[in-house]
């Protein structure tokens, strides 16, 4: 089967936001239950953030993986900047992530792909994508954040020439499905 990769449209944001529930092991469900209005549906917040316009966590920041006109996949990224007016984080399970950054690359915040749709090479070539889009933006590589717990996802960032430059500790939350370490890795362009 043919798979397309496409830049994100803003009807695809509702998808964006289902992937990003798949990878981030709970996280973006914590971060949308604290913009969240009492009773409102979490994926409805997640939408809504990836509809937005002109700001990181955007559709526009997102290459689809796309197969007979379903999305089967996608990457989130955008270029991680030096903030020196930046506050730090106060939030219990968000500070420890506040210096887990490479400033000057090209953030992946997500990589996801549904079922049926991983070992397939897709997601190095979301990778390769990535790695274009960070050369043309004079960027000094990649850099993402994965967790211990997840070893297929490190050895699978590995073997694209990723490595572990930081650590830290996750706060345990009843709404996080990891514990222990999230590594902050990096490859060079």
């Not at 991680?80 to 915040?109: F, G, K």
């Not at 996801?112 to 790695?131: D, M, P, S, V």
Request: hydrophobic share 35%; proline share 5%.
């Amino acid at each position: 089967m043919t798979v397309e990769f496409r830049p994100a449209r803003r009807s695809d944001a509702r998808e964006i936001a289902r992937l990003f529930q798949i990878t981030s092991e709970g996280a973006s469900d914590y971060i949308w239950s604290q913009l969240a209005e009492p009773g409102q549906d979490l994926l409805d917040v997640g939408e809504k953030r990836y509809a937005r316009e002109g700001v990181d966590f955007s559709y526009q920041n997102c290459l689809i993986a796309e197969a007979h006109g379903e999305v089967v996949g996608m990457m989130h990224s955008y270029v991680m900047r030096e903030d020196p007016d930046a506050q730090p984080a106060t939030d219990p399970v968000l500070a420890p992530y506040a210096d887990m950054e490479v400033p000057d690359t090209l953030y992946i915040s997500s990589l996801a792909l549904h079922e049926g749709w991983r070992n397939k090479g897709l997601g190095g070539q979301l990778l390769r994508h990535a790695q274009s889009r960070a050369d043309a933006l004079g960027l000094k590589g990649l850099s993402l954040i994965d967790y211990a717990e997840n070893t297929g996802a490190r050895r699978f960032y590995e073997r694209h020439g990723f490595s572990v430059i930081k650590t830290c500790q996750i706060t345990p939350h009843p709404m996080i499905r990891v514990t222990g370490e999230a590594y902050l890795m990096q490859r060079l362009s």
